[in-house]
């Protein structure tokens, strides 16, 4: 799973998503994670929550430089922001505080190595083209939750 990350100095999840200088993108899967590209931006918001006067469209050209990204990182995001986002089959995720990236990358492979959260799972099946599979907390003798057969509806 390809997973991006907001920072200003390569160590931290400390950036806005448009206000990032470097957006850095990661291979991430249950055994380990695997640096893959930074992408810098030499325009940037000023993290101060108004639009830049320009018209420039920053938006667009981050979004189209996480094609393939899953997950993204970010420290905030505004709500146009975070639509495109979403709108590019992308998960935005905020962080609290500043993290490690490292700390970052480590939850996100001990989950997909584990029993991911729902949404995981959806982002994960979305990926490798799966349909769903019936809840694992099912038991096979839950028969009774199995569609009736046509012969046997009256």
Same mark, same amino acid.
């Given at each position: 799973?390809?997973v991006?990350?907001a920072?200003?100095?390569m %160590?931290?999840?400390?950036?806005?998503f448009?206000?990032?200088? %470097?957006l850095?993108l990661?291979?991430?899967?249950?055994e380990?994670?695997r640096f893959?590209?930074?992408?810098q931006?030499a325009e %940037?918001?000023?993290?101060?929550?108004?639009?830049s006067?320009?018209?420039?469209?920053?938006?667009?050209?981050?979004v189209?430089a996480l094609?393939?990204v899953? #997950?993204?990182?970010?420290?905030?995001i505004?709500?146009?922001?975070?639509?495109?986002?979403v709108q590019?089959?992308?998960?935005?995720?905020?962080?609290?505080?500043d993290?490690?990236?490292?700390?970052?990358l480590?939850r996100?492979?001990?989950?997909?190595?584990?029993n991911p959260p729902?949404?995981?799972?959806?982002?994960?099946?979305?990926q %490798?083209?799966?349909?769903?599979a019936?809840?694992?907390?099912?038991?096979?003798?839950?028969?009774d #939750?199995?569609?009736?057969?046509?012969?046997?509806k009256a």
């Amino acid at each position: 799973m390809k997973v991006a990350l907001a920072t200003h100095d390569m %160590t931290r999840v400390d950036a806005h998503f448009n206000g990032a200088r %470097t957006l850095v993108l990661y291979d991430v899967d249950p055994e380990g994670y695997r640096f893959v590209e930074a992408i810098q931006f030499a325009e %940037t918001s000023a993290e101060d929550g108004r639009h830049s006067p320009d018209g420039e469209d920053r938006i667009k050209a981050k979004v189209e430089a996480l094609e393939g990204v899953a #997950l993204l990182f970010v420290k905030a995001i505004g709500g146009p922001a975070a639509a495109r986002v979403v709108q590019a089959r992308i998960h935005p995720i905020k962080v609290a505080d500043d993290e490690p990236i490292v700390d970052v990358l480590e939850r996100v492979r001990r989950m997909l190595g584990g029993n991911p959260p729902p949404w995981l799972r959806k982002i994960m099946m979305a990926q %490798t083209g799966d349909k769903p599979a019936r809840p694992s907390f099912l038991d096979d003798e839950d028969d009774d #939750l199995a569609p009736v057969p046509e012969e046997t509806k009256a």
